[in-house]
């Protein structure tokens, strides 16, 4: 077992005393005054002309359909900006990992980044499990750790220099609670979640929001209904939910379950408005779910944080064209891979050649950052709830008969 201590990676601010003095026939000088000037030691990772950083993620096995589009997009715009010349001259390496969607790799490659390579900065690390079994890690050693692909709430409490980006669970359950109050004027609602960290989280917001609504009576307890995420029958729940007659369902699961959920609702008939995570925003998703449930589908809402009309997604769509010419498919994967790394480098413009840990951190507790595919991103005064402002997409077909996400309000925050 390796035996790791901090080894310097705390770095900090050195100060060099400046003293002018003049030799004069016994007597002092008084026209020298000391003067301070400070100097600022680079973190490990950062030279004059590189900034060397690491990420952690699935990219083989059953999972890499998620992975491969992430990193693609994030690979894209960090070569547009060393193909632009860097910031402030210095290029960015990025060193990946493949935790393969397990806590253990995931722990093993942290460690591997932090100690071994010694990167300045964890910048989109992607999968909740592996996030939460690497937290203690980035906690202890205080890294810049900027963008994790999880929405778990724990990471808007987990210190100073973590820098959520995504919308938490918790939050977006909230949010959930205001659409189905304001948009569909619920009197009756219905949640299915998964049962673990994503869905309990989700469920909690959602009941929290009612509450701050003035509506906890639309969500009853035995209106709370649970399923495993690896569960495959979803009869009972679907049922149970049925027999409560919501006017509104909330399914707060993933892909996996949400797609069986679906599959149950169409079997049953069951047709009123859903909404479910952002998680599931996705074109996979809606290839993954139609098949099984190709006419309850159109009533499922989806909640959603990437700003995805055209003229933004130019410049990605641009990059992954020039660096990735192979990929034909753009999905909400690559583009949040894309706005993992241009938060790290808008924090990266922001420090200059502060570039020691505290002064990174520094100058992303100073950033509001509103000119990416993000509707805004801000730390300022502590703040680490990452994206507040989300919008709800309906699925519905196109002129050429497929599913797509069709935008139907405007980007809000629960207030």
């Not at 894309?338 to 505290?358: C, I, M, P, R, Y």
Request: glycine share 10%; charged share 25%; aromatic share 10%.
């Amino acid at each position: 077992m390796r035996n790791y201590s901090k080894k310097g990676l705390s770095l900090a601010f050195i100060f060099v005393l400046l003293f002018s003095m003049t030799a004069c026939s016994g007597e002092k000088s008084t026209s020298g005054k000391a003067k301070e000037k400070e100097k600022v030691e680079l973190a490990q990772g950062v030279t004059k002309d590189s900034v060397k950083i690491g990420t952690i993620g699935v990219q083989s096995g059953a999972l890499a359909f998620i992975g491969t589009p992430y990193f693609e997009g994030m690979e894209a715009y960090l070569n547009k900006v060393n193909d632009d010349g860097g910031v402030n001259g210095r290029k960015i390496e990025l060193v990946k990992k493949d935790d393969e969607f397990k806590p253990d790799k995931a722990v093993q490659a942290m460690e591997s980044l932090v100690y071994d390579d010694k990167v300045f900065a964890v910048v989109g690390q992607l999968g909740t499990p592996g996030v939460m079994a690497t937290e203690s890690i980035v906690k202890d050693e205080g890294i810049p750790a900027v963008y994790f692909g999880s929405g778990a709430k724990q990471l808007t409490k987990s210190g100073e220099n973590f820098f959520p980006v995504q919308p938490n669970y918790y939050y977006e359950g909230k949010l959930m609670a205001k659409y189905a109050v304001e948009e569909f004027k619920a009197k009756n609602v219905v949640v299915i979640y998964q049962n673990d960290d994503v869905g309990r989280d989700g469920v909690e917001g959602f009941a929290e929001g009612l509450k701050e609504l003035g509506k906890s009576g639309l969500l009853k307890e035995e209106g709370k209904l649970a399923v495993g995420a690896a569960d495959t029958d979803f009869t009972v729940p679907v049922q149970k939910a049925k027999s409560l007659n919501p006017d509104v369902v909330i399914v707060y699961s993933l892909a996996g379950a949400t797609t069986g959920i679906l599959k149950e609702f169409e079997k049953v008939n069951f047709n009123v408005p859903m909404i479910t995570t952002y998680s599931n925003a996705d074109a996979s998703f809606l290839a993954l779910a139609a098949p099984g449930a190709p006419n309850v589908i159109e009533n499922l809402h989806v909640m959603g944080w990437v700003d995805a009309k055209p003229e933004k997604l130019k410049p990605l769509m641009d990059a992954m064209a020039k660096y990735f010419p192979n990929q034909k498919v753009i999905n909400a994967y690559t583009m949040a891979g894309w706005v993992a790394a241009e938060t790290f480098v808008a924090g990266l413009k922001e420090a200059g050649d502060n570039l020691s840990w505290e002064g990174y951190i520094k100058a992303m507790n100073g950033l509001t950052f509103t000119d990416g595919l993000a509707p805004e991103i801000s730390y300022v005064k502590g703040k680490r709830e990452g994206v507040t402002k989300m919008a709800l997409s309906k699925v519905t077909k196109n002129d050429k008969g497929a599913f797509i996400f069709e935008l139907k309000t405007d980007y809000t925050e629960f207030k």
